[in-house]
């Protein structure tokens, strides 16, 4: 699995082990692909939407 620096450094940073099994099962099923454009917590999901949505259109 290939992975930007920045989300190696938010995956690492997440505390709750359940989240991070969670987040790699969902990431490894089935041979579909599937790209994370960004992470974060509730606190910054508004902002953490803009970032994706900004970073699918430069894809």
């Known amino acids: 699995m290939q992975q930007t620096q920045t989300f190696t450094a938010w995956h690492s940073s997440v505390r709750d082990l359940r989240a991070k099994i969670a ?3 969902r990431i490894e099923r089935g041979g579909v692909v599937i790209v994370l454009l960004a992470g974060g917590d509730k606190s910054s999901q508004s ?4 970032r994706a949505k900004k970073l699918a259109k430069e894809i």
Request: aromatic share 0%.
């Open 47 to 50: 902002a953490d939407i803009r």
């Open 23 to 25: 987040i790699a099962r």
